[in-house]
């Protein structure tokens, strides 16, 4: 690819995701929402946090669809989609198999951390090259969400309690900052 045909792929790509700016706005607020409803989910208890975690998923999930359909030809649309994949398809099955317990569940949040990761650097890299200058803030969520793993992993089972609705809080309130730093630069840039 020459330096030329290179800058206007990337000046497509930047009008692309300048033009669909709202779409993140939006998403990254109501991560943002559903973030500190997951800080609170642990006081209500026992199959309820199952069950609420489920609904968290699945609905970032679904708008996570929806978003990355919208910005279909953005850089990174298979990692987004795998993301939003993988949310409802953990939603889905919180809701369906609500007495997982706590163990069970908790395992089930360290992969979907460790695979959200890994989906969210990659997205990041591939921004990076589409997209310098934003691309940042997603390699932080992505590293964000290993250090969660790890910090899950590494305290069991003294995590079980406590960990799951903080640390579940804590990706998606960082997700959505994330996506509406993201959002508000792209609207910074337009003309």
């Known amino acids: 690819m020459t330096s030329q045909s290179f800058d206007a792929a990337r000046d497509m790509v930047a009008r692309m995701v300048r033009d669909n700016w709202k779409w993140s706005l939006v998403e990254g607020i109501l991560l943002v929402i559903l973030g500190l409803l997951a800080v609170a989910a642990p ?3 026992g199959l309820t946090v199952t ?4 609904w968290l998923f699945l609905i970032s999930g679904i708008f996570g669809l929806f978003s990355t359909f919208a910005m279909r030809g953005a850089p990174g649309f298979w990692w987004s989609l795998l993301s939003a ?3 409802i398809v953990v939603g889905a099955w ?3 198999q609500p007495g997982l317990g ?3 569940l908790t395992y089930l949040l360290i992969a979907f951390f460790i695979i959200e990761g890994v989906a969210t650097v990659m997205f990041a890299l591939d921004h990076r090259r589409a997209l310098p200058g934003r691309w940042g803030w997603m390699l932080l969520s992505g590293l964000v969400d290993l250090f969660l793993a790890g910090v899950i992993l590494a305290g069991l089972p003294g ?3 406590w960990a799951l609705g903080l640390i579940v809080g804590i ?3 960082f997700g959505g900052a994330t ?3 993201m959002a508000l630069a792209a609207h910074a840039e337009m003309p």
Do not use: K, N, Y
Request: overall charge negative; aromatic content about 4%.
């Open 43 to 45: 006081v209500i208890g």
């Open 51 to 54: 069950l609420v975690f489920g």
């Open 85 to 87: 994949v993988l949310g």
């Open 94 to 96: 919180l809701l369906v």
């Open 102 to 104: 706590l163990v069970s």
């Open 159 to 161: 995590t079980l309690e």
């Open 171 to 173: 990706d998606l309130v």
């Open 179 to 181: 996506m509406i730093g």
